[in-house]
């Protein structure tokens, strides 16, 4: 009986730790001749499906979305929407101007195919796909912007980006930029559509990426 329950847990474990975003790949995005970068190779494997360092994100997952307050939802419903705006309400309090033009090149030429790329390349399923196969209950905000694979988080990685930027240009407010494009991070968990670690790779590869355009942009 005791082979048979381990042979059964074992093939649970398998068949998770398999499941993906989806089967249907994307086709690769062009990433623009400016990043000279091995971006493919920055970025460890996510969390395994049936690791513990999962299990102990989706629980948190849990936690936070179970949790949460009007001032938060209304945090998930500003972030989801566009990234931006909790950017331009600081520098419009500081009385800075936000480079929007510049901003767009740098997200859509350089970012964007960047971590749409990665996404596909790890596959990640998102946290609510997941965690019902653990017996994990998350609350998530269902909108139109993660229906892509999770890793890394695309929304974080902008805000990480917005964070480079306008550092370079108003170094005196960089560590409140820095705070926001971890508001942003959190306001991805509170949503209930990204792990920790979705967040962390994506803080990551926006700064390797930016290092190596920055000179481009300044």
């Not at 800075?96 to 790329?117: A, E, G």
């Not at 596909?120 to 796909?129: G, I, K, M, V």
């Amino acid at each position: 009986m005791k082979k048979i329950i381990s042979e059964v847990s074992q093939n649970i474990s398998e068949s998770l730790n398999k499941m993906v975003y989806s089967e249907d790949l994307e086709p690769d995005k062009k990433v623009s001749n400016l990043i000279s970068i091995d971006w493919r190779n920055i970025l460890p494997e996510p969390p395994k499906n049936n690791s513990e360092v999962t299990r102990q994100e989706l629980m948190e997952l849990s936690k936070l979305t179970k949790n949460r307050t009007q001032e938060q939802l209304e945090l998930v419903m500003t972030v989801d929407k566009k990234v931006d705006d909790i950017f331009i309400e600081y520098l419009e309090k500081v009385k800075l101007s936000f480079p929007q033009k510049t901003v767009d090149k740098l997200y859509k030429t350089i970012f964007y195919p960047v971590f749409m790329n990665l996404k596909w390349q790890y596959n990640r399923p998102r946290p609510y796909q997941l965690a019902p196969m653990l017996g994990i209950e998350i609350d998530h905000v269902e909108t139109e912007t993660h229906h892509t694979p999770a890793y890394p988080s695309g929304h974080t990685a902008y805000g990480a980006m917005l964070a480079s930027f306008l550092s370079e240009i108003y170094p005196s407010h960089s560590s409140n930029f820095y705070n926001l494009a971890n508001v942003v991070g959190l306001a991805r968990k509170l949503q209930g559509v990204h792990y920790e670690s979705d967040n962390s790779s994506a803080m990551v590869i926006a700064g390797a990426i930016w290092e190596d355009v920055r000179f481009d942009f300044i």
